[in-house]
């Protein structure tokens, strides 16, 4: 067995996952917060304003991975749920159930700052376009996960329901992440794409960088800190939760 | 015989004793299609063709939804569903067939009503092929959806507005481009690409999908 499946395996242990996971909670919370004060500081003050947007542009800095980082979470939630449906791993459904109402409020708030970036700059908060109506699909179909799962009290049988629905809704991501491609829209496609040069100024570039970084940190710090508190519930009764609590 | 026909004929003697569960739908769409017209002052009129699809559509989607909310409820509470988990057949053909039916059932006299309801809005004639050709695909991947919707509740009592959460942002990209169809072809642009995705969606849904509601009806017996 090789480092990548073994540590697979191990990962699929809710005690050595508890236990594992604790310092990297802590480490990615330090980063999060200081990378995004970093980011945020940087972005706000000390880059030049655009030319053609003056300062709104500023909120790039948060619309932007708020925005990537919640479809990342509905990828990664769909892919859980691949590995729950295919191995019936419990940390797969452990880490749905802790990610999915991140995911909801990081959606939520994608569509508010581009609301309030669209005021200025496209004369109007809401245009019902392919890409913001999909973004509002993704809000609803995390909804509907969170609803779903607290419908069917059955824990293994929400799991799996929960499963099979994300891995349906996953569909979705596709069409919002071409739908401007395919139909005029407002929304300008994205200015960082793999293969293409760049269109955004270096000295805008790196204050995103460091708040994506910081986002994604803080993002994974809470992700795991709820993954280590629904391990200890679900364990309750075994013998290493009575361990780890008595000390 | 077939596990597919099995289960087809076996959904279209059930509905048939259950005329109503087909019949409330069609009266839901004429009901609310009526509403929408009352409330606009005068009525459509034929410049707001591209409204009148829209509404078409969406209270077409209602209906269907309304329609196999209560799929394999019945199977559920009466033990039916475990005889047919525990037949050494494909389940995944037997959804299949399951869904066929359900489509004839209750799609197919939603689809008969639409030329009426397309008549009250004072629909454009020119669209009306166009509605056709986008609603049949389109009222195939709505059945399916509604039947998974009604898997994914099976058990939770009072599942209404759950079911509309879970199945209606599914529904989402065949009603853009179902409509877009429709209204593309309603201004004589081009259309194609929305007519080939919507069928590709449809075949797409009619392949995969009964995978996931077959899982979930396994699923439901296991505890």
Known sequence: ?247 | MSAFLIAFNRTIRIGWRHPLDSLNPMAFFIIVTSLISITVEGGFSATESALAIAILWVVLLLSTMMASGSAYAQDYEDGSLEQLIAQNQSLYISVQGSVAARWFLSSVPLLALVPLGAWMLNLDMSVWGMLFLTLIPGSIVFALFGVLGATLTLGVGRNGVLLALLVLPLYVPVLLLGVGACQRSLGQEPFEFALIGIYAIAVASITFLPFAIAALLRVSQEY
């Open chain 1, 1 to 247: 067995m090789n480092w990548f499946t073994r540590t697979f395996h191990k990962m699929g242990s809710p005690p050595f996952f508890y236990r594992g996971a604790k310092n990297w909670v802590k480490w990615l919370y330090v980063i999060g917060l200081v990378s995004l004060l970093v980011g945020t500081v940087w972005g706000l003050g000390f880059t030049p304003a655009d030319r053609l947007q003056g300062d709104s542009f500023r909120i790039i800095y948060l619309h932007v991975p708020t925005a990537h980082l919640s479809q990342l979470i509905y990828i990664a939630i769909a892919v859980a749920g691949f590995v729950y449906l295919v191995w019936r791993m419990k940390m797969a459904d452990v880490f749905i159930v802790s990610a999915v109402w991140l995911g909801a409020w990081l959606t939520a708030f994608a569509l508010f700052s581009g609301i309030v970036w669209g005021i200025p700059t496209w004369g109007t908060g809401w245009v019902w376009d392919a890409r913001t109506t999909s973004v509002l699909v993704q809000l609803f179909l995390f909804l509907g996960l969170i609803a779903l799962r607290t419908a069917i009290p059955n824990s293994q049988r929400g799991a799996l329901a929960v499963a099979i629905l994300a891995i349906v809704g996953v569909i979705n991501i596709p069409i919002i992440k071409y739908s401007v491609d395919w139909f005029t829209t407002l929304h300008q496609p994205a200015s960082i794409q793999i293969g293409n040069p760049i269109s955004i100024d270096v000295s805008m570039l790196w204050p995103l960088l460091v708040n994506t970084i910081g986002l994604y940190s803080l993002a994974a710090g809470v992700i795991l800190y709820y993954m280590r508190i629904h391990v200890l519930r679900r364990e309750r009764g075994s013998d290493w939760v009575r361990d780890v609590l008595s000390n």
